[in-house]
């Protein structure tokens, strides 16, 4: 993210172009010996950190290959690296990492607690920034007008702070989307597209955890401009988008006529925009960001996981000929996958980045399970990333599971599939991955499309329980529809899990069945979340809703959050 004023800089666009695509270049050139740059990465991981306490304790210095590594350390989750973590934020050095950390990364994991990921400069500089320019590069290069203009990019993520809060040594502990690269680790370059925008930075005072209102005011800018793309990462920001805009229309159209901004004077009264706003809402009925931005060209976010279920609907919404192009898999702790290319789904290992292993998704994670490294990988299969690197996290598995779809010169590309987390009411064990791949096969079988959705187990009266699916549908179902797509889910579920379908035969679990909520019942569950002081970041597409509170808050709420009776 970060540095807004660097976009205004002379020759600023062309050295970000320049450092981008000679990242992608770099990257490129590592995959041609996949082995030897994990070796590479292996070697200088553990020379760097080999006077460590983690690293006395686990015997770094006599570590030479990877199975040497792996029988020396454990797999790890977060919650084993916590204790050394918190002496780390604590003011204790050199407990993971020979480098202090600068800056702790928040990231909500699979439960929404806040974990401290502890960055360093090292990490950055080798694990870090390469991937995170080489990131930019399909859309630099196939959508160059994107940097045509510093308002040319929305971007939904960028979200500075003034006065961040900060662990017990005064480091800063933040998104990565509120971190200034540049000012924090000299990089004036690492300013994303859309940070040099007259609402990267808002010119009114808002509380720094009144999150919708900084979105509507951002949006209600936005609209004055000629936007080309909308970069969102997570993929539920940029879904709200359409319903934001007839959310808040009449608001944004009386804003832009008067020239204010949170009904404060900002700028000239702007009446001819107002009408043409007006004409559009007046003649199409509902308001699309296609129409208000019809030179739109790309969207820059996940597009797999829930996404992937209503992603085609999703761009027609910003226009027909509009591209959308996968960020990144990756999570605060590290990168896994990188695009090098305009595939719509996934990104090539970032094999110089972190040392690589996997196990298969529906493998339980344990100290001792066995890994597997990237070579020896198979496509169209699903596996948990284990990842070390340079910064202190070891064999470290952060609850991601990707999918890997096939291999470019040997090296696996890979797509984020959904988190590790499972739902075993009943034996089934059944993976966020899998409810998804056997939604699309529903919705490739009979035509229909989805907006958003989410199941839980509840009781049944024909065995213990079984799982309801709400759906929020582009156009209405039939009753027919209703109960074919509800077969055809029960068979996707089946062919995906075979602990499901011994769990249906055994009576354990009886059919699914579907509750219809209205089209905009996930924006607005989305928008509760914001108002309640969760970022917009970390506010995301869930398959698994368990919590009888959310549960409840997403299928009754109604526009004015009053609950409405069935």
Same mark, same amino acid.
């Given at each position: 993210?970060?540095?807004?004023?660097?976009?205004?800089?002379?020759?600023?666009?062309?050295?970000?172009?320049?450092?981008?695509?000679?990242e992608?270049?770099?990257?490129?050139?590592?995959?041609?010996?996949? #082995?030897?740059?994990?070796?590479?990465?292996?070697?200088?991981?553990?020379?760097?950190?080999?006077?460590t306490?983690?690293?006395?304790?686990?015997?770094?210095?006599?570590?030479?290959t990877?199975?040497?590594?792996?029988?020396?350390?454990?797999?790890?989750?977060?919650?084993?690296?916590?204790?050394?973590?918190?002496?780390?934020?604590?003011?204790?050095?050199?407990?993971?990492?020979?480098d202090?950390?600068?800056?702790?990364?928040?990231?909500s994991?699979?439960?929404?607690?806040?974990?401290?990921?502890?960055?360093?400069?090292?990490?950055?500089?080798?694990?870090?920034?390469?991937?995170?320019?080489?990131?930019?590069?399909?859309?630099?290069e196939?959508?160059?007008? &994107?940097?045509?203009?510093?308002?040319a990019?929305?971007?939904?993520k960028?979200?500075?702070?003034?006065?961040?809060?900060?662990?017990?040594?005064?480091?800063?502990?933040?998104?990565? @989307?509120?971190?200034?690269?540049?000012e924090?680790?000299?990089?004036?370059? @690492?300013?994303?597209?859309?940070?040099?925008a007259?609402?990267?930075?808002?010119?009114?005072?808002?509380?720094?955890?009144?999150?919708?209102?900084?979105?509507?005011?951002r949006? #209600?800018?936005?609209?004055? @401009?000629d936007?080309?793309?909308?970069?969102?990462?997570?993929?539920?920001?940029?879904?709200?988008?359409?319903?934001?805009?007839?959310?808040?229309?009449?608001?944004?159209?009386?804003?832009?006529?008067?020239?204010?901004?949170?009904?404060?004077?900002?700028?000239a009264?702007?009446?001819?925009?107002?009408?043409?706003?007006e004409?559009?809402?007046?003649?199409?009925?509902?308001?699309?960001?296609?129409?208000?931005?019809?030179?739109?060209?790309?969207?820059?976010?996940?597009?797999?996981?829930?996404?992937?279920?209503?992603?085609?609907?999703?761009?027609?919404?910003?226009?027909?000929?509009?591209?959308?192009?996968?960020?990144?898999?990756?999570?605060?702790?590290?990168?896994?996958? &990188?695009?090098?290319?305009?595939?719509?789904?996934?990104?090539?290992?970032?094999?110089?980045?972190?040392?690589?292993?996997?196990?298969?998704?529906?493998?339980?994670?344990?100290p001792?399970?066995?890994?597997?490294?990237?070579?020896?990988?198979?496509?169209g299969?699903?596996?948990?990333?284990?990842?070390?690197?340079?910064?202190?996290?070891?064999?470290?598995?952060?609850?991601?599971?990707?999918?890997?779809?096939?291999?470019?010169?040997?090296?696996?590309?890979?797509?984020?599939?959904?988190?590790?987390?499972? @739902?075993?009411?009943?034996?089934?064990?059944?993976?966020?991955?899998?409810?998804?791949?056997?939604?699309?096969?529903?919705?490739?079988?009979?035509?229909?499309?989805?907006?958003?959705?989410?199941?839980?187990?509840?009781?049944?009266?024909?065995?213990?329980?079984?799982?309801t699916?709400?759906?929020a549908?582009?156009?209405?179902?039939?009753?027919?529809?209703?109960?074919?797509?509800?077969?055809?889910?029960d068979?996707?579920l089946?062919?995906?899990?075979?602990?499901?379908?011994?769990?249906?035969?055994?009576?354990?679990?009886?059919?699914?069945?579907?509750?219809?909520?209205?089209?905009?019942?996930?924006?607005?569950?989305?928008?509760?979340?914001v108002?309640?002081?969760?970022?917009?970041?970390?506010?995301?597409?869930?398959?698994?809703?368990?919590?009888?509170?959310?549960?409840?808050?997403?299928?009754?709420?109604?526009?004015?959050?009053?609950?409405?009776?069935e």
């Amino acid at each position: 993210m970060n540095t807004a004023g660097s976009w205004d800089t002379p020759g600023h666009t062309e050295r970000y172009r320049a450092r981008v695509f000679q990242e992608r270049d770099r990257l490129t050139a590592s995959l041609a010996d996949m #082995r030897q740059e994990q070796q590479r990465v292996l070697a200088d991981l553990l020379d760097f950190n080999a006077d460590t306490e983690f690293g006395k304790h686990h015997g770094f210095a006599g570590i030479r290959t990877i199975d040497e590594f792996r029988r020396a350390v454990p797999l790890q989750d977060y919650s084993a690296h916590a204790p050394y973590i918190d002496r780390m934020a604590a003011g204790e050095a050199n407990v993971l990492s020979a480098d202090p950390a600068v800056v702790y990364f928040t990231s909500s994991g699979s439960t929404g607690a806040h974990k401290k990921i502890p960055v360093t400069r090292r990490f950055m500089r080798t694990t870090f920034f390469p991937f995170y320019y080489a990131a930019w590069a399909p859309l630099l290069e196939h959508f160059p007008e &994107v940097l045509s203009r510093p308002d040319a990019v929305l971007n939904l993520k960028h979200d500075p702070l003034s006065a961040p809060p900060t662990t017990a040594d005064g480091r800063p502990h933040v998104g990565a @989307s509120q971190v200034d690269f540049g000012e924090m680790f000299g990089e004036p370059l @690492s300013a994303e597209p859309g940070t040099g925008a007259p609402w990267a930075t808002l010119p009114v005072d808002v509380a720094p955890d009144d999150h919708l209102q900084k979105t509507y005011l951002r949006l #209600r800018l936005a609209v004055q @401009s000629d936007l080309r793309c909308l970069i969102g990462i997570n993929p539920a920001m940029i879904a709200a988008v359409p319903y934001q805009l007839n959310l808040w229309w009449p608001r944004i159209v009386r804003e832009v006529r008067d020239g204010t901004l949170g009904g404060v004077p900002h700028r000239a009264p702007d009446p001819e925009r107002a009408r043409e706003l007006e004409r559009l809402a007046d003649y199409f009925g509902v308001v699309r960001p296609a129409q208000v931005w019809p030179r739109l060209r790309a969207l820059f976010c996940w597009t797999t996981g829930v996404a992937s279920l209503y992603m085609p609907a999703l761009r027609e919404e910003f226009g027909a000929g509009v591209t959308a192009l996968p960020a990144p898999v990756a999570a605060s702790e590290g990168p896994s996958g &990188v695009a090098l290319d305009r595939h719509g789904s996934a990104g090539s290992l970032v094999v110089s980045a972190s040392v690589y292993e996997f196990v298969p998704a529906d493998d339980d994670l344990l100290p001792g399970t066995e890994t597997l490294l990237p070579h020896e990988l198979e496509a169209g299969r699903d596996y948990h990333v284990v990842f070390s690197h340079v910064g202190g996290l070891y064999r470290y598995a952060g609850g991601d599971v990707v999918r890997v779809v096939d291999r470019v010169g040997g090296v696996p590309r890979l797509e984020y599939a959904g988190r590790n987390t499972r @739902s075993d009411a009943a034996g089934e064990r059944l993976r966020d991955a899998q409810v998804v791949r056997a939604l699309h096969r529903a919705l490739r079988a009979t035509g229909l499309r989805l907006r958003n959705v989410a199941c839980r187990v509840e009781p049944s009266a024909g065995a213990a329980v079984r799982y309801t699916f709400a759906l929020a549908a582009t156009t209405p179902w039939s009753a027919a529809e209703d109960g074919r797509f509800a077969a055809l889910l029960d068979q996707g579920l089946t062919a995906e899990s075979a602990d499901y379908g011994r769990a249906r035969a055994d009576g354990r679990l009886d059919a699914p069945v579907l509750r219809h909520l209205d089209r905009d019942a996930f924006h607005r569950d989305w928008h509760t979340a914001v108002a309640g002081g969760i970022r917009p970041t970390q506010v995301k597409d869930r398959m698994f809703r368990q919590d009888d509170a959310l549960w409840q808050r997403l299928t009754h709420t109604t526009t004015d959050g009053e609950n409405r009776h069935e």
